[in-house]
């Protein structure tokens, strides 16, 4: 069998990886893999420079999903893999002051309760409004998609969702709670109601539960101890050494299905593979164009997905600069600035700056309009003298990295899983020709993995049964 994969980033890297290992009785596939731009990883993207380790991209992944953890550890980086130091302690700027997140918060709801009744952050009225919910019938109707924002405003009040909902989600999925679906990202407050009808009460006894079982209040999050780049580095050594055939500075042209079921792709360099199975992992535009013409209804459920764009920016200061150190690992923006939240990656990880130094990442995600479209001398400015009012900094950055993630990270808005079923039907006349990565089922980094293991197992395995029909 013959996979083609499109795109380098870390779904059809795992897509590439699924394929060379062979499970379920299915031999090896020889993988051919395509990636248009010069460096494989895509989002993926990690700088060391002065003994910074600079990820321009994701900087780790929750361990709760494993898929991630698992492929790090199958390409021989279990030992790499470290969780955040000491404690979470996340802060929220709210009324001008940074405050600690209540302990046991969880994305909108706490999981211990006195933390969150003696919570500065919500006003007393809030916590009454938000207590309602424990005496509130059911709101959501079977079937029906509603965004995020007015299902937890319904439930919960809207202190929750100014304060927490909206600061924590939003800076994930790039976009407001008041657009995101709850079906596509929260599904589990869906079940939480069907279960216990009052969201609190759900919250609280998962708490409960997970004290019972021995898990502390630790970070879910983990990275690898040279950053993300190093498990792209890992997964490419070992593809190559299973005989994958990895092509970065590549592209995919045009996809044409092959009498067979399987597909003809004009490549960049101008030639033309011919392969048994395909998983296209080159994002949504990219998916929607190649498929246009083969499969235009999928072509055009995947176009209906919008795409946010979103700017890191990383910022390095002499530890001297700080009046007081720094030992929160950042803090989410519920006041207006021209960030949404901060990670002080040099607290948050260790070894991740020399111990004279703070590492920061700051955020500015679309929705923060005219700060968002600054050229970057502004936006580094402005938030150099954001930090330095909120911090009382007495030095500027000594280094400074700007990356734009520009209309590449889909959006799950309300009605996102009817654009994923009308996706998924829009290519069923095509079994052996899979769409995998952030489009549809999932944004972070572990649902990628997930979703690029399977999509290359079912190409495959179509691709192997279509074989066995035609023998
Ligand atoms: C700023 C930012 C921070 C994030 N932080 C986190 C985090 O901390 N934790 C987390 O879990 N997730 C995070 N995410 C989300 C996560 O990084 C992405 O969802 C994930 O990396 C997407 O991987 P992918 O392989 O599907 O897509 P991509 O990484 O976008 O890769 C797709 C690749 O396909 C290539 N390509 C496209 N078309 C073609 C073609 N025709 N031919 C050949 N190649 C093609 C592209 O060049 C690209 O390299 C973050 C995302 C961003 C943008």
Redesign the pocket.
């Known amino acids: 069998m013959r996979l083609l994969v499109?795109?380098?980033?870390?779904?059809?890297l795992a897509a590439a990886w699924e394929a060379v290992q062979g499970a379920d009785g299915r031999p090896p596939a020889e993988v051919l893999l395509?990636?248009?731009?010069p460096r494989l990883g895509?989002?993926?993207h990690t700088e060391v420079v002065d003994g910074l380790v600079i990820e321009h991209?994701?900087?780790?992944?929750?361990s709760y999903r494993p898929a991630a953890l698992e492929l790090a550890r199958e390409v021989g980086l279990g030992e790499e893999v470290v969780a955040t130091t000491g404690q979470r302690s996340l802060s929220l700027r709210a009324g001008g002051r940074l405050r600690p997140l209540p302990a046991g918060m969880g994305m909108v709801l706490p999981t211990r309760l006195w933390p969150f009744v003696t919570t500065g952050i919500l006003s007393p009225l809030d916590k009454l409004r938000a207590g309602l919910d424990l005496v509130l019938p059911r709101q959501l109707r079977e079937g029906e998609d509603v965004a995020i924002g007015t299902f937890l405003r319904a439930r919960l009040g809207d202190g929750i969702v100014r304060r927490f909902a909206d600061p924590m989600i939003g800076g994930i999925y790039g976009s407001g709670v008041d657009r995101l679906s709850l079906d596509a990202v929260l599904p589990s407050l869906r079940a939480d109601e069907t279960a216990h009808r009052s969201l609190m009460l759900a919250a609280l006894a998962q708490g409960r539960r997970a004290r019972a079982a021995g898990r502390g209040p630790g970070s879910p999050f983990r990275t690898l101890r040279g950053g993300l780049g190093s498990l792209v580095d890992a997964l490419a050594a070992r593809l190559r050494e299973a005989g994958a055939d990895l092509r970065p500075g590549?592209?995919?042209t045009a996809l044409r299905p092959t009498a067979d079921g399987g597909a003809e792709a004009d490549l960049s360099d101008g030639t033309t593979a011919v392969v048994d199975a395909v998983v296209l992992?080159?994002?949504v535009s990219?998916s929607a164009a190649?498929l246009d013409g083969p499969a235009p209804d999928a072509a055009s459920a995947l176009s209906s997905i919008p795409l946010a764009s979103?700017t890191?920016v990383t910022l390095s200061y002499p530890a001297s600069a700080f009046p007081r150190p720094l030992d929160s690992h950042g803090w989410l923006e519920a006041d207006p600035a021209p960030i949404s939240g901060i990670t002080v990656s040099s607290t948050k990880w260790a070894g991740r700056a020399p111990s004279d130094t703070v590492l920061i990442r700051a955020f500015v995600p679309e929705r923060l309009g005219e700060t968002a479209r600054a050229d970057d001398a502004v936006l580094v400015a402005r938030i150099v003298a954001h930090l330095a009012d909120v911090l009382g900094l007495t030095a500027g950055p000594t280094l400074t990295r700007v990356a734009r993630?520009t209309s590449?990270?889909p959006t799950y808005t309300v009605g996102h899983p009817a654009r994923v079923a009308a996706a998924e039907a829009g290519l069923a006349h095509l079994p052996a020709w899979r769409v995998a990565?952030?489009a549809l089922h999932g944004?972070?980094?572990?649902d990628?993995v997930a979703d690029g293991r399977r999509q290359a197992g079912l190409a495959l395995g179509h691709a192997a049964g279509r074989a066995r029909v035609d023998a």
Do not use: H, R
Not at 6 to 12: P, S
Not at 34 to 37: C, D, L, P, R, Y
Not at 57 to 62: A, C, K, N, Q
Not at 443 to 446: I, K, S
């Open positions: 499109v795109g380098g980033g870390i779904t059809g395509v990636e248009a731009s895509g989002k993926l991209g994701p900087d780790s992944f929750v590549t592209s995919v992992a080159g994002g990219s190649l979103s890191v993630w590449v990270m990565g952030s944004v972070g980094v572990p990628c």
